[in-house]
């Protein structure tokens, strides 16, 4: 049998236990990942995954306000 291969949640995961916390941006310029919140929530169905989100503010090349999804692991859910 071979070798599982790593899979994008299993780099995101790896990620948010070393780094703390993950943007979009974050995970397409570093990880190569192009859409988070689909690898978020299938992390969330993994047992004894939990995984808490907030949007923050922040600007864009042209100085513009746009906001995003921070993500981070927890304890809980809530």
Do not use: C
Request: proline fraction near 3%; avoid cysteine.
């Amino acid at each position: 049998m071979g070798v599982r291969r790593r899979t994008q949640e299993d780099q995101v995961l790896s990620y948010l236990k070393t780094h703390k916390s993950i943007t979009g941006k974050i995970a397409f310029v570093e990880l190569g990942i192009m859409h988070l919140p689909k690898r978020i929530n299938n992390l969330k169905k993994w047992d004894g995954i939990y995984i808490n989100s907030e949007r923050i503010s922040v600007p864009n090349k042209y100085g513009e306000i746009v906001h995003i999804s921070r993500y981070w692991l927890t304890d809980k859910i809530g």
